[in-house]
């Protein structure tokens, strides 16, 4: 039982860490679902890690890029990495490039949302 309760402990640990971290996937949803979450990420905690393995590595660097273009995020720091992961079909471990990538907010970042969410609410006027 001891057991249980400390791999639980532990997860939460883990949990708590990260809870500002996106897993991107570049099949699951469409590129602006991660632009706009990564926007709500910022709002909460400052800073947004997206993380991505594989063919997803590229939504994750679009997603970043569109930020720091639009004037969201700096980039803080990127990590490029290979993990082991075992292939379901042929029963023996794959390597999977990985990036992550830790984004924060620009000085001007809640300016930004303000104006976006201004411009939302007088186009809704219009209608």
Known sequence: MEEITEGVNKINIAENQKKNRIQVSNTKK????????AK?????????????LGMAISTVVSVAEILKNNGF??????????????????????????I???LG????????MAAA?????NGNDEE
């Open 73 to 98: 995020a700096v980039e803080k720091k990127i990590m490029t990495s290979t993990v082991e992961i075992k292939d379901d079909f042929r029963g023996r471990p794959v390597q999977k490039a990985k």
């Open 40 to 52: 709500r990420y910022m709002q909460q905690h400052s800073e947004v890690e997206l993380s991505g």
């Open 30 to 37: 469409p590129l602006f679902f991660y632009v706009n979450l």
């Open 100 to 102: 992550e990538v830790v």
């Open 105 to 112: 907010k620009t000085a001007n970042f809640d300016e930004l």
């Open 117 to 121: 969410q201004e411009a939302r609410e």
